[in-house]
């Protein structure tokens, strides 16, 4: 029997503004499922987003859900974990949003290990505002603000959370949308600060001006280029270039922040 | 009963009447003059079962600091003019989407870094307008170490009754002066809730204002689930992009606090009754003003003092009182005459406007309010 969605979207909030193509969707779909897998009440989720096209998913969710700044998505949701620590917070944003403009609340939130869920939605460039290049627009690629190729380097955003102390760290793509379920649920199950880069095509503002072809391309693209993360730690540097790990990538578990500050101030 | 007396300092003062208010979530980021609110409120919150976070930035202090009152927590943040410019972004959020919080700005000298232990003014106008956007305002201008106290009790009053930010604007001199102050004994002071929904929760709209124009605000997580965006929206709170809504709902704000002028805006007017000259003065510069008004009467000088502890909404049905009445109006303020262009506008050229501006550092002193009294003579 087909999965039934209707339970956890808006009723008359659909159609989408995604384009034809978008890999958006996708998410949305595999993200309603893990979040119905873990069984968490819709009351006691609160799901924060910034500006963009991903920020927009909160607004076909029938949970709390806060549609707040450009890149502060983690700034509001860490208020909202702080002020009452029994919501289940998620928060997400594009890869703009969460590494560009919302870059220090993103490594500062890795940090603190605060119980929140995050979801980058890495698509290479700002969609919303029409494509013009974002910290993961590879290099050499095409932007409307790169028309001769992009000079800048680009963020590795799950070596970034590493880095800044997120306790689980994990990459899928929407060609991968069954294990990407699987890989949602792990994050949400975490105690502590998990972060789960999801790489999506945007054919409106990436694809067409990078020759990627059709929007089915650039799935396929993901499926030839993502190499599950056990195989890439043996893979060396020259042939994981152009190429992506996927799957768990960190997991460690430490003292989360919120009871963390409670213990220090004495706090229940 | 007696009230505890206390010796304290402004900025404590502030955080008494938060806890007094029931302030139960701060977040904030360190700056002077501003730095012993969130010294304060970390080591109380946590004796009243509240929280404290020091957050990355002003921009990430505003937001948390609206996060927490949308999960049902009255909350607070404090800074100074360079974290207030960065509060600009997400405090227009806290506008347009109706959250109920308080702002403290103790306001220091200077654009940028300036003069960042030196007491100014300047920020009066960026605390109307700053953020981009029409919308309403409250902001509050105490002048004492009682009045930091009772008027941040005032402040969280008037955020949870209007659903909205309001702004503690007060400076350097107060901030860091200490006064003995009388601390109110529970219950003295009223202390207001924000209105919250009794409706069933599939029948809620988290934007279809009462009569008061004020809607009934949900806590996250109280089984009313809804959506919040800084998007223009409908009533139901989901964007949308008819401007004729969005311009109606702009209105209903500003309305909201307008038609409420006289719950909002206090003033203290000393001396106006027969008063030739009034002194048009806030926060510290108004302490300066009472005592040449009051050495300026002995004198047998008419003369009064208007001094707003609401700043905005502007004054204006309370001064214009005494337009064609008053010859003479001297607004002393610790900039290049910002207020002065408010007062300007209120009088309309039926009396002479003068100011006294200073910008150095150094507060206006009573003798040069004096001397401009006695110039008029
Ligand atoms: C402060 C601010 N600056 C700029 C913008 C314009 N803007 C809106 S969305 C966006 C980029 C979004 O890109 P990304 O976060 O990658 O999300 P996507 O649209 O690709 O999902 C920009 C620059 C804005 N809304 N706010
Ligand atoms: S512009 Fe790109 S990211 Fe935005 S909806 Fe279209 S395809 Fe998706
Ligand atoms: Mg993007």
């Known amino acids: 029997m087909a999965y039934d969605y209707s339970k956890y979207l808006r009723a008359g909030k659909i159609p989408h503004i995604w384009c034809p193509g978008c890999g958006y969707g996708i998410i949305m779909k595999s993200l309603i499922r893990a979040i119905d897998a873990t069984g968490i009440d819709k009351d006691d989720i609160v799901l924060t987003s910034g500006i963009g096209c991903a920020s927009r998913l909160p607004g076909y969710m029938d949970f709390n859900t806060l549609h707040t700044t450009h890149g502060r998505s983690l700034a509001f949701a860490t208020g909202v974990k702080v002020a009452n620590p029994k919501l289940k917070v998620i928060a997400l944003g594009g890869d703009g949003d969460m590494t560009a403009i919302g870059g220090n609340h993103f490594i500062h939130a ?32 095409k932007a409307t603000t790169a028309p001769y190729g992009n000079a800048d380097n680009q963020f590795d955003i799950a070596q970034l959370a590493i880095g800044a102390g997120a306790t689980f760290v994990a990459r899928t793509t929407t060609y991968h949308a069954v294990p990407m379920e699987k890989l949602i649920k792990q994050a949400l199950d975490h105690k502590g600060f998990s972060v789960v880069e999801i790489m999506a095509g945007c054919p409106t503002g990436y694809g067409r001006k990078n020759k990627q072809g059709s929007p089915a391309n650039m799935i396929l693209w993901q499926k030839e280029n993502a190499v599950p993360a056990n195989k890439a730690k043996e893979m060396s540097e020259e042939e994981m270039a152009g190429k992506f790990a996927i799957g768990v990538l960190h997991e460690v578990q430490k003292a989360e922040y919120v009871e963390a500050y409670d213990a220090q101030v004495g706090l229940k | 009963m007696a009230r505890e007396i206390r010796f304290l300092q402004g900025n404590e003062a502030v955080c008494e009447g938060a806890l007094y208010a029931g302030c139960r979530f701060y977040a904030g980021y360190p700056i002077t003059p501003s730095t012993e609110i969130a010294e304060g409120l970390s080591a109380s919150l946590p004796k009243v079962g509240g929280r404290f976070i020091q957050m990355e930035d ?38 347009l989407t109706e959250i109920p919080c308080v702002i403290v700005n103790v306001m220091r000298g200077g654009p940028s870094t300036g003069l960042p232990t030196g007491p100014g003014q300047s920020d009066v106008m960026q605390a109307k307008w700053g953020t981009h956007g029409d919308h309403p305002a409250i902001v509050l201008t105490p002048s004492t170490v009682q009045e930091q106290l009772n008027e941040t009790v005032r402040a969280f009053n008037l955020a949870e009754k209007y659903r909205m930010p309001v702004i503690l604007l007060t400076d350097e001199i107060i901030g860091h002066m200490r006064e003995a102050i009388e601390i109110p004994e529970p219950g003295e002071l009223e ?12 029948d809620y709209k988290p934007y279809k204002p009462e009569a008061d124009l004020v809607p009934p605000m949900a806590d996250f997580g109280s089984g009313y689930r809804y959506h919040i965006t800084g998007l223009n929206h409908a009533e139901d709170g989901f964007p949308s992009n008819n401007g004729k809504m969005a311009q109606a709902d702009e209105i209903r704000q500003e309305n909201k606090v307008m038609h409420h002028y006289d719950d909002i805006v206090k003033v203290e007017e000393f001396e106006c009754a027969d008063a030739e000259i009034i002194v048009f003065a806030y926060g510290s510069s108004a302490r300066s003003a009472k005592e040449a008004v009051i ?59 003068v100011g006294i501006n200073k910008i150095d550092s150094d507060p206006i002193t009573p003798v040069e309010i004096m001397d401009e009294i006695r110039r008029s003579k």
Not at chain 2, 78 to 90: D, F, I, Q, V
Request: charged share 25%; glycine share 10%.
């Open chain 1, 110 to 141: 890795c940090r603190r290990n605060i119980d929140i869920t995050c979801f980058v939605f890495n698509n290479y460039i700002y969609g919303m505002t029409g494509g013009q290049y974002s910290p993961t627009t590879p290099k050499n690629s």
């Open chain 2, 58 to 95: 002003e921009l990430a202090a505003m937001a948390a600091t609206i996060g927490g009152s949308i999960a049902g927590k009255k909350s607070m943040t404090a800074t100074s003019g360079p974290g207030m410019s960065l509060k600009m972004e997400n405090l227009g959020y806290g506008y």
């Open chain 2, 191 to 202: 202390v207001i809730d924000r209105k919250r929904p009794t409706c069933d929760p599939k």
């Open chain 2, 295 to 353: 050495k300026a009467r002995e004198e047998g000088v008419k003369v009064g003092l208007f001094r707003p502890l609401t700043l905005w909404p502007f004054p204006e049905k309370h001064l214009e009182k005494y337009v064609g009445k008053t010859k003479k109006f001297i607004v002393p303020e610790l900039n290049l005459g910002m207020i002065k262009l408010e007062v300007d506008r209120v009088v309309k050229g039926q009396a002479e406007v």
